[in-house]
Structures are given as structure tokens and as C-alpha cells.
């Protein structure tokens, strides 16, 4: 199984960014999927999971509002949709799947991704 993150990078306060997770050896339809975040000396955070089968999210209350999960079952992908970024928001960003969810404890999932970057930054 193979997680691989895209579409992070510098973006402004107020900006927006789209987030890619693609899968390989897993399908994303029946599996819960997740985005985590972390900072430097921090622990790993939860931001935003979607349950097997699209049914259910569950967000984060820092991005409630502003960022919305979703799933692409034709090209076997989740994605994390960040609109009103903040420089709070700037994290390593990772993308998880699960059988369980939409959960927001890490350890409720299988496999992850090496995450990518997102810095929000004026």
C-alpha cells in the first residue's frame, strides 16, 4: 500500500490550496481516509476524515468551515480542499486510511503517506 501527498506549497493568508492523497493498493471507496498535520516539536494533529463509503466527515474545530475532505473514486484519490488559510495552518500535512473512522486518533489508521508542505506565509 502506497499513500503519496501532493499540492502543498506557499500561499498567503486568506489564499486557498488543494491537497491530493493517491492510492495505490488500497481503494479509497472502502477504506476511511484522513489528513493529519504536524508542526515541529508537536504532536501529529487531526484535521479532517471521511468515512468508507463517503457517508460521514469529521473536522477539526480550527478548520471546520474552511477546509472540506473529500474522495475521487475514479482516480482512487482524498483530497483536503483549505480555503481562508492561516499561518496557523502551515504543517507538514499527511494523509492517512483506515478501516475504522471517520476517526480523529492517529491510531485508528493503517497506512500513511510522507506528507507534504504547506506553508501560509505573507
Known amino acids: 500500500v502506497q499513500l503519496v501527498e501532493s499540492g502543498g506549497g506557499l500561499v498567503q493568508p486568506g489564499g486557498s490550496l488543494r491537497l491530493s492523497c493517491a492510492a495505490s493498493?488500497?481503494?479509497?471507496?472502502?477504506?476511511?481516509m484522513a489528513w493529519f498535520r504536524q508542526v515541529p516539536g508537536k504532536e501529529r494533529e487531526f484535521v479532517a476524515a471521511?468515512?468508507?463509503?463517503?457517508?460521514?466527515?469529521n473536522y477539526s474545530g480550527s478548520v471546520k468551515g474552511r477546509f472540506t475532505i473529500s474522495r475521487d473514486t475514479a482516480r482512487n484519490t482524498a483530497s483536503l480542499q483549505m480555503n481562508s488559510l492561516k499561518p496557523e495552518d502551515t504543517a507538514v500535512y499527511y494523509c492517512?486510511?483506515?478501516?475504522?473512522?471517520?476517526?480523529?486518533?492517529?491510531?485508528?489508521?493503517?497506512?500513511w503517506g510522507q506528507g507534504t508542505r504547506v506553508t501560509v506565509s505573507s
Open positions: 492517512a486510511a483506515g478501516l475504522s473512522g471517520p476517526s480523529s486518533t492517529k491510531d485508528r489508521y493503517d497506512y
Open positions: 493498493g488500497l481503494t479509497v471507496s472502502t477504506y476511511a
Open positions: 471521511i468515512s468508507r463509503f463517503g457517508i460521514d466527515t
